[in-house]
């Protein structure tokens, strides 16, 4: 696979220490226009519809924008934590852009007394995480894993320079930490246990040093499209960031049900064997950031 170098300074993760409101206050269709701000309605022109997917996500609201020039979609996210994450996704968006993955392409990014806003293309498709607990036919949930896998292996192959894997780990487990102190951590995440025990014991007991590539962060079934028998886009690349691949490979792993599944994904993402011990490593550290 092609190999793309991408600096470190590039990266922009955000310092997610505010709790902040994710979710956008109800606005009117009729009201959209007018309070758009002008970096994003210089893009889209003149709006003619609006329409918003059957489900928002936690982080942001997400509007689909009809317009003279095409149709567009439009994430919206009050000050603070979730304005941060906005800002860092129209980043990662472009500088991903052009290289050949399956991302949306950014316009804009903009703030203003109401909030963060990032317009970027649309993108068709149905949610996968939405077929995949639905889908009950196996020879089409291995097809939708192999390909899971092989997106992701084509996300892996991008190498960065200027990044050392113990600096990488360290910049995560400050994140965790950072999640920890300001109760950004989904409680359901460590039932019986003990979150600043795990903590501990992932600072003392990091595994030996591996591969740094660049990371999706974020890599669910919920933020990749399907269409037309295949992955259309990969969303939500707010948390896209330089480290181990085994951070992606342990947040998608949860979602293989079968032994099938498991080795069906090893076989289409190229990997020989699975490191087992470094896989659980990551799974734990992952839980800081399931918010």
Not at 43 to 59: D, E, F, L
Not at 213 to 218: E, N
Not at 237 to 252: E, K, N, T, V
Request: with cysteine; glycine share 8%.
């Amino acid at each position: 696979m092609t190999q793309i170098v991408i600096s470190r300074k590039n990266i922009v993760t955000p310092h997610r220490i505010e709790r902040g409101q994710g979710l956008w206050p109800s606005m009117a269709i009729q009201e959209v226009q007018q309070y758009l701000p002008a970096a994003i309605t210089d893009v889209t022109g003149r709006i003619s519809s609006v329409s918003a997917p059957a489900k928002q996500g936690y982080c942001s609201h997400v509007l689909f924008l009809d317009s003279e020039r095409g149709k567009f979609a439009l994430k919206m996210a009050q000050p603070g934590y979730r304005g941060d994450e906005l800002e860092a996704e129209f980043v990662a968006l472009r500088m991903l852009e052009g290289k050949g993955l399956l991302i949306p392409q950014a316009f804009a990014c903009t703030k203003d007394e109401r909030g963060h806003y990032l317009l970027s293309s649309y993108c068709e498709g149905t949610p996968l995480g939405t077929l995949l607990t639905s889908v009950e036919d196996e020879e089409l949930r291995l097809h939708m894993v192999g390909q899971m896998a092989t997106v992701l292996a084509e996300l892996h192959s991008i190498s960065v320079e200027g990044a050392a894997w113990g600096e990488c780990l360290e910049s995560q487990l400050c994140f965790a930490r950072e999640h920890l102190e300001y109760s950004n951590i989904d409680p359901e995440e460590f039932v019986g246990i003990d979150p600043h025990e795990v903590l501990r014991k992932l600072k003392d007991n990091p595994p030996s040093a591996g591969k740094v590539c660049l990371i999706h962060g974020d890599y669910r079934p919920k933020n990749m499209l399907w269409k037309e028998n295949s992955i259309s886009c990969v969303l939500d690349w707010a948390f896209c960031d330089m480290g181990d691949p085994y951070y992606d490979l342990a947040i998608i792993w949860y979602y293989l049900k079968t032994p099938q599944e498991k080795e069906h994904f090893m076989r289409c993402y190229g990997l020989e064997r699975l490191d087992e011990e470094r896989l659980g490593y990551f799974e734990l550290l992952a839980k800081f950031v399931n918010v």
